[in-house]
């Protein structure tokens, strides 16, 4: 079924990890679904979805509507996950990627797969596009944790970014970083090596970890 004709109905999404979001469907995409859930509009990469359904009348009428616009209006262009992070560069953003938290802050720039996020609370992030699970642009110029303008540097700092995650990644050896917003002790550590697809972590203890580039979600320096 082309998702396209259920564009204006009620549905509920399983995404990766368990996580359900319900609302209105608003637009549809080659990778990434539109929801509205009566607050946000939720931009879900359609690859995450992995069942879907219609929402029942008693569900949808346990949902309240606000008239907010949406603060990425995409003039009845087609839409996709790169065009839409390009339309969201500079406008404050929340995203979820891992670890049951959300990240608040605005993406930087975007490289082949993965994009530059800053985050007042983790700074400059390198973000894997496989793994976003969805963005909700801010409404209203709602500035995160109420912080104003000199707090939330355009510019953030100096650094060149690779046209790659890998390469990025790699530039870091040396460095004491956080994978995957810290999720456990094992992704925290300075980078040895990358070989064979794989990162050695030197752990707070001296340990080696190996992680598995592929699963690499986020990163971040200590």
């Not at 790169?82 to 891992?98: N, P, Q």
């Not at 697809?197 to 992680?211: C, D, M, Q, S, Y």
């Amino acid at each position: 079924m082309q998702m396209k004709v259920n564009i204006g109905k009620y549905v509920k999404l399983e995404l990766s990890g368990k996580k359900i979001l319900s609302g209105m469907l608003v637009d549809v995409g080659s990778d990434l679904w539109v929801l509205f859930n009566g607050q946000d509009y939720l931009y879900i990469p359609s690859i995450h979805c992995q069942n879907w359904q219609y929402l029942k009348q008693d569900e949808i009428e346990e949902i309240t509507f606000s008239n907010e616009p949406n603060p990425l209006d995409h003039h009845n262009e087609e839409i996709s996950l790169r065009k839409t992070l390009t339309a969201a560069k500079g406008i404050f953003t929340e995203i979820y990627i891992t670890s049951k938290q959300t990240l608040h802050g605005y993406i930087l720039s975007i490289m082949n797969n993965y994009f530059v996020f800053y985050s007042p609370i983790y700074k400059t992030m390198f973000i894997s596009l496989n793994h976003l699970k969805w963005l909700i642009p801010y409404t209203n110029n709602i500035r995160p944790y109420g912080l104003n303008n000199s707090s939330l540097p355009v510019n953030p700092n100096n650094i060149t970014f690779a046209r790659s995650f890998e390469v990025q990644i790699d530039k870091l050896t040396g460095e004491l970083v956080i994978f995957n917003i810290g999720e456990n002790d094992n992704v925290i550590g300075k980078i040895q090596t990358i070989k064979n697809n794989f990162v050695e972590l030197i752990t707070a203890k001296e340990e080696p970890v190996f992680l598995n580039l592929q699963h690499i979600k986020t990163v971040h320096m200590a």
